[in-house]
């Protein structure tokens, strides 16, 4: 109970003090999610869409394997990734280890498959209700595609968010391609695992707390806009 | 007013997709036959409908006739000298239409962009079926928070951009108030009176004899009887029909 009250103490103090390395790991989480999202929506969307349309032989055992993948572990991913672009690996002549692009490409990998296979899902219950209707318009199904993304963008947004959340709690992947260098990689759920660490619970849960109220303002935001959208829309 | 567009050259006696020549269509599903060796032709012009008891199969074959199912066995043919454009010069309106999350005009604009017209070309025609459907002051606002009456006389809207020259109508009024069910007879027979062949289907009585010239009559999947309306009602050969008239009929 103690260490609660101490969290919500430390919280609260590092809110009202809010300096500035506290502002530059804040920013730097939203930067790697939100961007880790925005890139994983841009392939995400089209490719859970078009396999909710296209049929092919073997189309199941994708579905499967594309579900299954939503529960990639972050550290195989941040592994994967590690290979990838240390100076030995495939990528590394770009150098992109321990910085934030590193970040934002395994989370991207960590995330496209989760928004895809929600995405699926979503397209694959609008078709049922509209496929009679644009194929009596004339509408192909490479031009059903973007209509019912467009169709379920409410839905869609839904699944962005869940995207969201997995990047902006996740820390095994960040960890070990970002390394938590301090005002470079540094970001809340890695400064969290350093702070337990050390030892300084209060200020880990305090950096916890804020987390969640960070996560809670994105939500209730997509929430709004969602509400909003529909009532106008209908 | 009659349909034209600025891309066909030919005259209009020439330039079309009928008949249509349904041979021997049976469609099965699940291991049961919904609809059974039925063959007709449908040429140019005048009302067709399709008359049956619930469950007769009348959606299925307006469906497979509109090439959105296919059937089972049999052929459904265009046999029209610009049989190639067919997709593109039918329409459907169904009894629950589906309206797009847009604008009333986005609505209609998106069945000319798959016709890929052009953007004058869109305008005037989301105008035309506007005013005549009457939901010009409409044009602004979302498709989906409409009445139900409304959201049919939009569908009939986006049918009648398309200068459809064969118009398929499933139960169109089944769910509609009598105003609405009138406002939308009319349409309908604005469509007929500018040479759109009409291709509907209906368990009402009273609506086939006020809008049909010719009567499909469908029973469990089969195709009973064919006759122009009068004859079909003063006469029907077949004994279902004539059940059915009567209000006898038992599905």
Redesign the interface.
Known sequence: MEDLIGAFSAAFDLMWDFDASLAEIVLLSLYVSLSSVVLSALFGFPIGAALALARFPGQRLVVVMLNALMGLPPVVVGLFVYLLLSRSGPLGQFGLLFTPTAMIIAQWILITPLIAALTRQIIADLWL??H????????SRL?MLP?LL??G?FSLITALLAGFGRAFSEVGAVLIVGGNIMHHTRVMTTSIALETAKGDLALALGLGVILMILALLVNGAAYLTQDVAKR??? | MQFSTASCQTPAAVDTILPLRIDNVSFEKSGQMLLRDISFLVTGGGTTIILGPNGAGKSLLL?IC???LQPTRGVVKWLGTEACQA??KQ??V?QN??L???SVAANID??LR??KLSIGDRKYRIKQALDLTGLSDLVRR????LSGGEQQLLALA?AWA?YPEVLFLDEPTANLDPAATRAVEEIIQRFRSVGSKIIMTTHDLSQARRLADEILFLHHGKLLERAPTEQFFEHPENSNARAFIQGNLLW
């Not at chain 2, 979302?142 to 928070?145: D, G, H």
């Open positions: 209700e509209y009679e209707q644009l194929l009596s318009l004339g509408s031009r209509t467009w169709e963008r106008i829309a209908g | 469906r509109h090439g959105i997709r593109h329409a459907m169904f239409p589906v797009l999350r847009r998106y069945v798959i016709r979302n498709a989906r928070v986006r398309v």
